[in-house]
T-cell receptor
Framework: DSGVTQTPKHLITATGQRVTLRCSPR?????VYWYQQSLDQGLQFLIQ???????AKGNILERFSAQQFPDLHSELNLSSLELGDSALYFC?????????????FGPGTRLTVL | ELKVEQNPLFLSMQEGKNYTIYCNYS?????LYWYRQDPGKSLESLFV?????AVKQEGRLMASLDTKARLSTLHITAAVHDLSATYFC????????????FGKGTLLTVNP
């Protein structure tokens, strides 16, 4: 158990809908990262937040957005969902300090768009 | 743009044999990570390699990093069935963020 929690574990929805994925980082970790894993694209970095501020952006679609709240939990919002958005979405957290880059991954949310 | 290439992508081994997985990356970085993923599960951190020449060992797995060659290797010694999983290497982009760029992964199957 990495200490990172994600909810829900599974999500099934229809095209055009909007969903929110939630992540709670390990206690004390200030950075949260979101990744998408699919058979086509492999593991891709989406976005990073550090202490409430966006720090880095990867291949994140405009239909997707994220935020990190004062209690450091993060939410990834996916809207106007398409079939191709079906994937495993991971959240990871890190101290982003002395142990540079060591990221701990949550269990993931499996999103199925029908 | 940082690119990370792993090979082989598929590896079928017999128990007791040795093998090496290779991870090449395209730009300068001195931070490389190895993760393991079981089917349908999350990523488990195996090794963190933070400098040129770093070597880490855990059980039957040993990882090394050559930053000049931009190459990391994950060596498997006397494979056992429990090592069957997908192994990913990942490199961070440096600077003020620590986003990881992953290789495509190596699906390792260890047969009795």
């Amino acid at each position: 158990d990495s200490g990172v929690t994600q909810t829900p574990k599974h999500l099934i929805t229809a095209t055009g809908q909007r969903v929110t994925l939630r992540c709670s980082p390990r206690s004390g970790d200030l950075s949260v990262y979101w990744y998408q894993q699919s058979l086509d694209q492999g593991l891709q970095f989406l976005i990073q937040y550090y202490n409430g501020e966006e720090r880095a952006k990867g291949n994140i679609l405009e239909r997707f957005s994220a935020q990190q709240f004062p209690d450091l939990h993060s939410e990834l919002n996916l809207s106007s969902l398409e079939l191709g958005d079906s994937a495993l979405y991971f959240c990871a957290s890190s101290v982003a300090g002395a142990k540079r880059g060591q990221q701990y991954f949550g269990p993931g949310t499996r999103l199925t768009v029908l | 743009e940082l690119k990370v290439e792993q090979n082989p992508l598929f590896l079928s081994m017999q128990e007791g044999k040795n093998y090496t997985i290779y991870c090449n990356y395209s730009t300068t970085s001195d931070r490389l990570y190895w993760y393991r993923q079981d089917p349908g599960k999350s990523l488990e951190s195996l090794f963190v390699l933070l400098s040129n020449g770093a070597v880490k060992q855990e059980g039957r797995l040993m990882a090394s990093l050559d930053t000049k060659a931009r190459l990391s290797t994950l060596h498997i010694t006397a494979a056992v069935h429990d090592l069957s999983a997908t192994y990913f290497c990942a490199v961070d982009s440096g600077g003020s963020n620590y986003k990881l760029t992953f290789g495509k992964g190596t699906l390792l199957t260890v047969n009795p």
